[in-house]
């Protein structure tokens, strides 16, 4: 079945440091690509979406790129705030069919330290 | 912005109870979920419900849970004898205000069920 692997966290960086979080996924046909993001005592918040191949997702300087190549949509962001800490889950969903579930990676803690 | 609520926001329960948990989806969307997160794992769907009955469910959603949205607003997980490994944080999701469009999910802040 579907599936999506995330790098395994904690991440620990500093301010201004430059962050990848590694996203792979494992799905039939062109499922949606997403990343959503937890801030501490909150839900899941969506942060950025791919519906197609070589479309580019970006919000909150957070950028990432649909590789179908690679089956990947790795997380990147040029420069972190402190407020960027939060845990990060990469998810997929497949379009056809209505308001199909999300399926979830495991997450990635980001701690951003001043 | 609307959003979605839930309540308690932590609940605890003794093995072998009965746990409602309850969520408020936005008003005028159609689609609601269930997903959970024991810790330290991946967020599992549980359950989406459209149209008065339930949609899709996932192996993890048997006989002990259900589903109700009983007054047009209130959406509720039942879990009708708990066991040790359902303690776990418990997601309420929403989505679409058009009927076959896969608009996005609005997540709730969750539910952390403790059962002891």
């Known amino acids: 079945g579907d599936s999506v692997t995330q790098m395994e966290g904690p991440v620990t960086l500093s301010e201004e440091a430059f962050l990848t979080i590694n996203c792979t996924y494992t799905?039939?046909?062109?499922?949606?690509l997403f990343w959503y993001v937890q801030y501490p005592g909150e839900g899941l918040q969506l942060l950025l979406k791919a519906t197609k191949a070589d479309d580019k997702g970006s919000n909150k300087g957070f950028e990432a790129t649909y590789r179908k190549e690679t089956t990947s949509f790795h997380l990147e962001k040029g420069s972190v705030q402190v407020s960027d800490s939060a845990v990060y889950f990469c998810?997929?969903?497949?379009?056809?069919?209505?308001?199909?579930?999300?399926?979830f990676g495991k997450g990635t803690r980001l701690s951003v330290i001043a | 912005e609307p959003e979605v609520t839930q309540t308690p926001s932590h609940q605890v329960t003794q093995m072998g109870q009965e746990v409602i948990l309850r969520c408020v989806p936005i008003?005028?969307?159609?689609?609601f979920y269930w997903y959970r997160q024991i810790l330290g794992q991946k967020v599992e769907f549980l359950v989406s419900?459209?149209?008065?009955?339930?949609?899709?469910k996932s192996e993890i959603f048997d006989d002990q849970f259900s589903v109700e949205r009983p007054d047009g607003s209130n959406f509720t997980l039942k879990i009708r004898s708990t066991k040790l490994e359902d303690s776990a944080m418990y997601f309420c999701?929403?989505?679409?205000?058009?009927?076959?469009?896969?608009?996005?999910?609005?997540f709730g802040n969750g539910t952390r069920l403790t059962v002891t």
């Open positions: 419900f459209y149209n008065n009955e339930i949609s899709e």
């Open positions: 999701a929403s989505s679409g205000d058009q009927p076959g469009y896969n608009s996005p999910l609005h």
């Open positions: 008003s005028n969307h159609l689609y």
């Open positions: 799905a039939t046909g062109y499922p949606s």
């Open positions: 998810a997929l969903r497949h379009p056809l069919g209505g308001n199909t579930p999300l399926v």
